[in-house]
């Protein structure tokens, strides 16, 4: 009775996705408007909604800071000995795009993935995941550590021990979209991972604004003609991916601090189990 062991199956969750879809991006656009904000904010919180991007797809010309992300992720795959890739994006598919593809899905993490219907996708060794991890590099797609009530609702799984590495691209990610005018809650929910720093430096920044246009958090301003970041910054990279002029630096404090503040966030909201933590 395979129902017994394992939460819904494919179908079940594409229906439930089509579904939740406007009532989520609804949700996210009333977080900052007065009374709305107030019976919205339960469904956006930390600790049942926290969210931090990798920028896995930066292509900046630091050879060493490039990969750092890579291994970031890397690293938190191989000390995590259960992983589940699921083989299709949920969003991209609900909006039925094949770029970036859609079968660089999601994986998730932890002893609850046990409980994911096979229809989903499949268990897989950490040398299978580390490829998926450079596959979804390679597609420019941002590493999202996701932490999410949504997640073990429409799996039919736990949420303690549970993790999602979501692999997203700037239009399709229902945590990337609507985010632009959101409330206090889902601002603390998506912060930026301490040891990613991002800069401008003026003397190349032209003020063509294209940073800021592509910003999913409006967290870049112009201040006399120039880009600003501000502390709403998730630290994803797109912008200095983006820049024509070369003018967002992105940098990193050093591997072993950054995997030591990951870990540290994913340990505050979770008990996933990882080796040496």
Known sequence: MMFIHHGPGK?????AVRLSWPIIGAGKRLSNVPFFKWFIRPFFMRPFNEVTSIPIQVTVDR????????????????????????????????????TPPRDIGCMA???????????????????????????????????????????????????????????????NCIYRTYMTNRGPTLDRAYKRLPGIVLGVDPEKCQGCGQCAENCFLAAISFLRGKASIGQACA???????????????????????????????????????????
């Open 235 to 277: 630290g994803c990279g797109r912008c200095a991916e983006i820049c024509p002029n070369g003018a967002i630096n992105l940098t990193f404090e050093g591997e072993e601090l950054l995997y030591k503040n990951l870990l540290g966030r994913i340990q505050e909201v979770s008990e996933l189990p990882i080796k040496g933590a």
């Open 63 to 98: 050879p060493e800071s490039v990969v750092l992300p890579r291994r970031i992720i890397e690293r938190l795959v191989a000390d995590v000995e259960e992983k589940f890739i699921l083989d299709e994006c949920i969003c991209r598919n609900h909006n039925r795009v094949d």
């Open 109 to 171: 993490l932890g002893p609850a993935i046990r409980r994911i219907h096979p229809s989903h996708g499949r268990m897989v060794s950490t040398e299978e995941a580390i490829r998926h991890v450079h596959r979804a590099a390679d597609a420019g797609l941002i590493a999202n550590i996701a932490h999410v009530w949504i997640d073990p609702v429409a799996f039919g799984t736990r949420f303690r021990d549970l993790m999602f590495i979501c692999f997203c691209d700037d239009r």
């Open 11 to 15: 179908a079940f969750v594409r229906a």
